[in-house]
């Protein structure tokens, strides 16, 4: 009887490692799929030759930031919105996402960085830097990818 409670028992938690997996790789694939539709829009448009790093940025509108080497061997950044015309952002001679993340960390002493992702604004693009204060809080700060300017700070969420 016994050895019928263990196989049972296995069976389910099998299962449920089984039924896990399955859930958070359907939870991903929306993402997955953006990514690989914008990196495929700014190849075939030939606007880079080749991708080094895609992410998603979510401002007013849903953006996915292609980052690779255009025609001219050039980094460049392509913003691929939802819906609209791509743009295209020439990285040479910009702030840097390292730069950008020692800016927005400035102040906090003890932060975990969360992500720092390139994205478009109305004023320009931005790098978008999140983190964890030392006290857990979650904060956002939006620095220039122009000039290296504060354009906003969410702090203590």
Known sequence: MAWWMKFVGAFLLLLAAVAGIVIAVSAVM???????AAEEQALSGQL?????????YNGSSQTVTVIGKGPDGARLAVFVPEDGEMTVFPLQGTVTAAQAEAAALEEAEGAEVLHVRLG???????????????DGRLNY???SAEDGSWRERILNL
């Open 48 to 56: 880079l030759m080749e991708v080094e790093e895609t992410t998603i």
């Open 30 to 36: 929306p993402f997955t799929d953006a990514k690989r």
């Open 141 to 143: 700060v939006y620095i």
């Open 120 to 134: 478009p604004s109305a004023e320009g693009p931005v790098w978008e830097v999140a983190f964890k204060g030392a």
